[in-house]
């Protein structure tokens, strides 16, 4: 069975850091394009980030520039969302999801996605 499992969220204060993880299992990551999603209650998902299958290229939204940082380690079948600085508008609960093979523009702008976590909750409050 194909799974993208996300953890590392929480609740935390204003201008704190969050890292989130997410684990493949049944296939491997190296062929796939990782993207980051979030969707805050009452709205549509966005695209935060998303990074290429091989040579590293990211994306990311204009809001999330500068203080997020996602990457990758293949080995570990794993890739990571490093949030900084968070803002109370950050919290949202926070999906990672896979395309084989995919481009991260059409991924995170529109949601070119072959398979989601389950998603992992992020508060920002004081």
């Known amino acids: 069975q194909l799974q993208l499992v996300e953890s590392g969220g929480g609740l935390v204060q204003p201008g704190g850091s969050l890292r989130l993880s997410c684990a493949a299992s049944g296939f491997t990551l190296e062929y796939y394009a990782i993207g980051w999603f979030r969707q805050a209650p009452g709205k549509e998902r966005e695209g935060v980030s998303c990074?290429?299958?091989?040579?590293?290229?990211?994306y990311y939204a204009d809001s999330m520039k500068g203080r997020f940082t996602i990457s990758r380690d293949n080995a570990k079948n794993t890739a990571y969302l490093q949030m900084n600085s968070l803002k109370p508008e950050d919290t949202a609960v926070y999906y990672c999801a896979a395309a084989f093979l995919g481009s991260i523009q059409p991924m995170c702008v529109r949601r070119s996605v072959g398979l989601w976590g389950q998603g992992t909750q992020v508060t920002v409050s004081s």
């Open positions: 990074i290429s299958v091989s040579d590293g290229s990211t």
